[in-house]
């Protein structure tokens, strides 16, 4: 029985046809050119390693069994070394562990140190927040003191000048009351003058009138 070829594309020349070796070695070398490529059939090794069929035949299915027998005794590993593989794999294993424990622990370490900065910052915005309204708060309540006392101050000014303005309109009330009572007292002394004059005119003798000589 002759294998399909697992390619229509044209196999690549291999010139060990009538190279002095065995046909046996011709079709290893050319199997082994072939499988690097591609999955070597009966027809391409024949071709390429210039063989008849039958050893074609013969000398690939020799190949593959080697091939084969090569791989299930790489695969049949000693228990030695497996085991020291294990050994090797568990230590890696715990190297590697230990490694990331320790960076774990470091960037928590980190981590906590940055979160009690965060912490230790915002402690102290918070205080100075504190502060600047407790400061806030006070001079706020002295302006208003100090408003309130101006206010009453203005006022207490304000009734003072009130006060000052009625007592002014009642000095001069008083003042031309005076001067009435005044130009009355001065007709009244004009007119008593004027009468006690016209008295005494009265009752004077006429020859003290009349100039002595």
Known sequence: MVDAPASTAPPAPVTLAGSGTSPRERVYAAAEKISAERNPTVSSVREAAGVSNADATRYLKAWREEKAAAGSHIAVTPQPLLEQAARLAGAV?????????????????????????????????????????????????????????????????????????????????????????????????????????????????????????
Do not use: C
Request: no cysteine; charged share 30%; proline share 2%.
């Open 93 to 213: 294993w715990a190297d590697a562990v230990a490694l990331a424990a320790e960076q774990h622990a470091a960037v928590e370490a980190r981590w906590a140190k940055d979160s009690q900065d965060k912490d230790t910052e915002l402690a102290e915005l918070v205080a100075d927040l504190d502060r600047i309204t407790t400061e806030h708060a006070t001079e706020t309540a002295a302006l208003k003191a100090e408003l309130a006392a101006a206010a009453e101050r203005a006022t207490a000014a304000d009734a003072r000048a009130a006060q000052a303005d009625e007592d002014a309109a009642t000095a001069r009330a008083e003042t031309g009351t005076l001067a009435n009572d005044l130009a009355a007292a001065r007709a009244r002394a004009e007119t008593l003058q004027q009468t006690h004059d016209a008295l005494i005119q009265r009752i004077t003798p006429e020859d003290t009138k009349k100039p002595r000589r």
